[in-house]
Structures are given as structure tokens and as C-alpha cells.
């Protein structure tokens, strides 16, 4: 079964810093991995999905990795903004699409 | 607006109550599929509809749940006798399935949040 941890569970950084989300997973057998964005109350924004043949993702200031043989996955955010301030989601594709539990980010000003 | 349409937006409902929810794909997209999310929790699948066919069910959808997707457009998700148990976000996404399940982007709705009272 697979499982997916996300580490950390909450996060609080000054504007301006550059920062790593992690997402590990247990089973490598995925087609692709995908990172979302999710604001309290709201529903899911995709923010950038890496097919299980490549190792990196860029959008504007997000870049996500995949490394499917180690299970893991970073997002990082550059010159992070208030407006970035969300829960963070990982999900890996294998025969479903399996959640993590999610990393709040703050973001102050 | 052409993104994942869900109504409605808030559901309060007694205990013992039944509930439907509607969900809205994109236009053109063939899957359709819903997850329940909690509080502090990553959303958790429910079911998936490729066109109208319903092709699996998690072992969380118990017997109390049904949902549909009558004309592979649009879908229904029903709860019958509702439990507090039951108070969740609802949440629905669809994508444009080619390949195997999980080769494609996933939108999601803005979700239906339940609170059974």
C-alpha cells in the first residue's frame, strides 16, 4: 500500500527566503507525481505535475524533483511571498492517486 | 468558467439525513473523480468514472454511498443516512485520460463541505 509522508508539517518563514518542502513516498511504481496548491476552505490548484521519466518540473518560481528510486520529491520555492501562504500538497500516481497529509506554509511580511 | 464546477458549495444536514452532491467536469475531460478530505488530512479516493462507467470504489465507500455519472458528464455522489462521521470535504477532479490512470493532470472543484449535525 502505498504511502505518502510530507515533511515538514508546518512551516514559518520571513518574506524573501527560499525554502524546501519534502514528500517521500513507498512504493516506486508511479507514473508521475504531482504537486498542489490548497487555500483553507478551498479546493485543490495544480501546481506542477513530473512524469515518472523526468527529474524536475519548473513554474515561474516553483521547481519540483523526482527521485522515484530513492521515493522522493522536494518542492522549492524561491524568494517565497506572503501570497504564497497555502497547504501544500504532494500526490503520487501509481494505480490511484494518493495523497500526503499536506505542509501549511506561512509566509509574514 | 470553464474549470471543475461543484454545487453545492456548503451542505448542513441533520443526522439520519440523505445528501447529494454535483460535480461538473471540465467539458471535454473523460474521468471524473471524488475524494474526501478532513481536516488536516491530504484528500482520501472514493471512486473514479471513466465516461459513464463507474471503474473503481475505495473500501471507504460503504454501502451508505452511491454516486453516478449517468451521461459521462456530469456526476452525483449521494449519501444516505448520514453520520457525523460523514462531515468532510467533498472534493471532485476530472482529467483527460488517454493513457493509464495516473498519466494525466488532475483539476479539482473548490469541494462540497458536509456538516452532518
Known amino acids: 500500500k502505498q504511502e505518502v509522508t510530507q515533511i515538514p508539517a508546518a512551516l514559518s518563514v520571513p518574506e524573501g527566503e527560499n525554502l524546501v518542502l519534502n514528500c517521500s513516498f513507498t512504493d516506486s511504481a508511479i507514473y508521475n507525481l504531482q504537486w498542489f496548491r490548497q487555500d483553507p476552505g478551498k479546493g485543490l490548484t495544480s501546481l506542477l505535475l513530473?512524469?515518472?521519466?523526468?527529474r524536475e518540473q519548473t513554474s515561474g518560481r516553483l521547481n519540483a524533483s523526482l527521485d522515484k528510486s530513492s521515493g522522493r520529491s522536494t518542492l522549492y520555492i524561491a524568494a517565497s511571498q506572503p501570497g504564497d501562504s497555502a497547504t501544500y500538497l504532494c500526490a503520487v500516481i501509481g494505480n490511484k492517486l494518493v495523497f500526503g497529509a499536506g505542509t501549511i506554509l506561512r509566509v509574514k511580511s | 468558467d470553464t474549470g471543475v464546477s461543484q454545487n453545492p458549495r456548503h451542505k448542513i444536514t441533520k443526522r439520519g439525513q440523505n445528501v447529494t452532491f454535483r460535480c461538473d467536469p471540465i467539458?471535454?475531460?473523460?474521468?471524473l473523480y471524488w475524494y474526501r478530505q478532513t481536516l488536516g488530512q491530504g484528500p482520501e479516493f472514493l471512486t473514479y468514472f471513466q465516461n459513464e462507467a463507474q471503474l473503481e470504489k475505495s473500501r471507504l465507500l460503504s454501502d451508505r454511498f452511491s454516486a453516478e455519472r449517468p451521461k459521462g458528464s456530469f456526476s452525483t455522489l449521494e449519501i444516505q443516512r448520514t453520520e457525523q462521521g460523514d462531515s468532510a470535504m467533498y472534493l471532485c477532479a476530472s482529467s483527460s485520460g488517454g493513457g493509464g490512470t495516473g498519466s494525466e493532470k488532475l483539476f479539482f472543484g473548490s469541494g462540497t463541505q458536509l456538516s452532518v449535525l
Open positions: 513530473i512524469q515518472s521519466s523526468q
Open positions: 467539458s471535454e475531460h473523460n474521468r
